[in-house]
């Protein structure tokens, strides 16, 4: 199993250029989040989904889309890049009901918005 | 809504020292209690966890036991090493059932440094 795995590792935009980042896993897990990270406030949940075709918003959204239309995959786009997203990027899976739920880190965007 | 809180860092120690990174939450209910690992570069790995009070979560000689009485999840190790220089975060999940699984709560993490 490769696990979680994202890309690009690393992506340099410029303001208001769209992009999108993937992530996908390989274990059949249910459910999958988007958690962004900076310096001294931790990890925060952007958005997340308990399964195909089903989304909810986290702590942070705006300025991003998610959408996941199958169950390996939930891509992160962002429409219009701004300075305040520079940022490093995890996405994460888990089991749903009947499983541990712990949650498995892919190794990481790391984001800078100029 | 739900929180945590962690000690303030970073945190500089001597090999073989004993650590301790204080961790303390707010929430509704009896969530489950985490603490991950980021080493340099990498993305976040589970350490342990605990998911009732009074439970006590244990791996590669850190430990953390859930007190629900002080909404505490400490961590520590007796003897610390070079290679447990890293960042570590708590965590908490809410047991509200359905799509609560799939949200984690974090603090704002703690960077150990360890010294030979």
């Known amino acids: 199993n490769a696990g979680v795995t994202q890309t690009p590792k690393f992506q340099v935009l410029k303001t208001g250029q769209s992009m999108t980042l993937q992530c996908a896993q390989d274990?059949?897990?249910?459910?999958m989040s988007w958690y962004r990270q900076d310096p001294g406030m931790g990890l925060r949940l952007i958005h997340y989904?308990?399964?195909?075709?089903?989304?909810d918003q986290g702590e942070v959204p705006n300025g991003y889309n998610v959408s996941r239309s199958t169950t390996e995959d939930f891509p992160l786009r962002l429409l219009s890049a701004a300075p305040s997203q520079t940022s490093v990027y995890f996405c994460?899976?888990?089991?749903?009901?009947?499983?541990?739920?712990?949650?498995?880190f892919g190794p990481g965007t790391r984001l800078t918005v100029t | 809504g739900n929180s945590v809180t962690q000690m303030e860092g970073p945190v500089t120690l001597s090999e073989e020292a004993f650590l301790t990174i204080n961790c303390t939450y707010t929430a509704t209910g009896y969530p489950s209690l985490f603490w991950y690992v980021q080493y340099p570069g990498e993305g976040l790995q589970l350490l342990l966890k605990a998911t009732k009070a009074d439970d006590k979560g244990s791996n590669k000689g850190f430990e953390a036991t859930y007190r629900k009485e002080t909404t505490s999840f400490h961590l520590e190790k007796g003897s610390v090493q070079v290679s447990d220089s890293a960042v570590y975060f708590c965590a908490l999940r809410p047991n509200a059932g359905g799509t609560s699984y799939g949200k984690l709560t974090f603090g704002q993490g703690t960077i150990l440094t360890v010294h030979p």
């Open positions: 274990m059949n897990h249910e459910y």
């Open positions: 989904s308990v399964g195909a075709g089903i989304t």
């Open positions: 994460a899976s888990s089991r749903g009901t009947g499983g541990d739920h712990e949650q498995y």
